[in-house]
């Protein structure tokens, strides 16, 4: 019986995705690459120096470099341009209402995650938060989501990870849980299903309805 819900951020809970991809978009410029914010929608959710390195080869040390001037924009400005989605407020309190203990497993830095679901007033609902330093992706998605199921002291088979990438699915199934995929997020056409994702939820209401009705996919 799935009781435990662990949450991906950006793309699941928040939409992030004009900040981070309009500060994408200041790095890259300052480093003589021209490219468009519609072009950058996917640095939303997985870690930057990967993305950097997977979308324009750049070298890591490059990508780190790219990834500092990101949050020059970012830290000021782009945290800003984000909202939760229509209706999460609503849709937590129902999982509350049924009982399920809720948690936040992101590879977004841990102190930007929890400045966002604070000024929200979204905090409320989550037991466990965890994320990343400010200096980069330091855990792998299964290692953040491996310490939010050790805190709360779950059974990995009691929990499920909601994200919108393939990074939440490969990295819910290497630390052993389900993961179930909303196609409102940032995955391209076909990411989440070619992942191997669980369920797939095209709304939070379908989400809703997975979670907490007796035919639950995973």
């Not at 129902?94 to 809720?102: A, E, F, P, W, Y």
């Not at 102190?111 to 400010?134: I, K, M, P, T």
């Not at 088979?157 to 909303?182: F, N, P």
Request: hydrophobic content about 40%; overall charge negative.
């Amino acid at each position: 019986m799935i009781d435990t819900i662990l949450f991906d951020f950006d793309g699941t809970l928040y939409d992030t995705v004009e900040g981070i991809a309009r500060s994408a978009q200041y790095a890259l410029q300052k480093l003589g690459v021209s490219a468009e914010t519609e072009e950058l929608r996917c640095f939303a959710g997985p870690p930057l120096v990967d993305k950097f390195m997977e979308m324009y080869g750049f070298s890591r040390e490059k990508a780190e470099e790219a990834r500092g001037l990101f949050q020059e924009r970012y830290l000021p400005i782009g945290v800003y341009e984000s909202r939760p989605f229509p209706g999460m407020r609503e849709f937590l309190d129902g999982l509350k209402g049924k009982g399920l203990t809720l948690a936040v497993a992101t590879s977004k830095p841990l102190v930007l995650a929890e400045q966002l679901l604070q000024s929200a007033g979204l905090r409320e609902y989550f037991d466990v938060v965890r994320g990343s330093g400010l200096e980069g992706n330091n855990n792998t998605k299964r290692e953040i989501v491996e310490s939010v199921i050790a805190e709360l002291g779950a059974a990995k088979e009691s929990c499920v990870l909601i994200g919108d990438t393939r990074y939440d699915v490969l990295g819910a199934h290497a630390a052993g849980i389900a993961c179930i995929g909303v196609r409102y997020g940032y995955a391209a056409p076909g990411e989440l299903e070619a992942a191997g994702a669980d369920a797939i939820a095209d709304t939070l209401s379908s989400l809703e309805k997975m979670l907490t009705g007796p035919e639950i996919l995973v």
